[in-house]
């Protein structure tokens, strides 16, 4: 595929419809955008990470369409999995990190879009990857794209996701450094949300990361992998 980059109007993290909404989508995008390489080399130590991707690498099907969803920079899904020889659409609200994924991972194709906006085709992907994209969206957005998601695999597709397995619903934090807004489920209850949206969850794995930045904390990571029945 190519390096291709289109920006959209739209922010990932845009949690309603309406001006509040879109105001909130903004500011998030601007946290990422400040962020830029600096969130790359923060989690690049994250063993878990690897840990998923290599499982993922292990049952997908020779040059698989995957999609990426909050692609970041780039590293190391998008090219991890375009190296392997996949085909990989990227889509993340940043600019910044979308420019930066098209010049670090030129297999693979990048949009700087909203996910809930884009236009999914019905089971046109043989594996999804959700790492830590959902995070700022609302519980309610979580859920519906979850399930929008799931319908865009073809039967038997692989769906990897990753959040941080808390119960919280939009609180305000400080995430190294840049105020966010976020919404996430316990471990029980996210691992539900997932199969309630037709995936049979065939791997889990929890984990405690610091992230490699002057304002990170530890917090927990969980990963789950899934199939579409």
Do not use: N
Request: one cysteine or more.
């Amino acid at each position: 595929m190519g390096d291709s980059q289109v920006c959209g109007d739209g922010g990932k993290f845009r949690e309603a419809q309406g001006p509040s909404g879109e105001r909130r989508g903004r500011a998030a995008a601007a946290v990422f955008d400040a962020l830029g390489a600096e969130y790359e080399r923060a989690f690049a130590g994250s063993a878990a990470h690897r840990r998923s991707l290599e499982r993922l690498l292990a049952d997908l099907p020779p040059g698989s369409r995957v999609l990426d969803v909050g692609s970041g920079t780039g590293r190391p899904t998008a090219q991890t999995l375009a190296e392997a020889g996949h085909r990989v659409l990227g889509v993340d609200v940043s600019p910044v990190m979308t420019s930066l994924a098209a010049r670090q991972v030129p297999e693979a194709e990048f949009r700087c879009a909203d996910i809930r906006d884009l236009p999914l085709p019905e089971g046109g992907f043989d594996a999804i990857c959700v790492y830590f994209a959902l995070l700022q969206m609302e519980r309610d957005e979580q859920s519906g794209l979850v399930e929008r998601l799931v319908r865009s695999l073809r039967p038997g597709g692989l769906l990897a996701v990753a959040t941080v397995p808390v119960d919280a619903e939009g609180v305000e934090a400080v995430f190294m450094g840049q105020p966010v807004r976020v919404s996430s489920f316990g471990a029980e209850e996210f691992s539900a949300l997932v199969a309630r949206a037709g995936v049979s969850v065939e791997w889990e794995h929890s984990a405690l990361f610091t992230p490699d930045h002057p304002a990170g904390a530890p917090e927990p990571h969980l990963f789950l992998h899934g199939r579409r029945g």
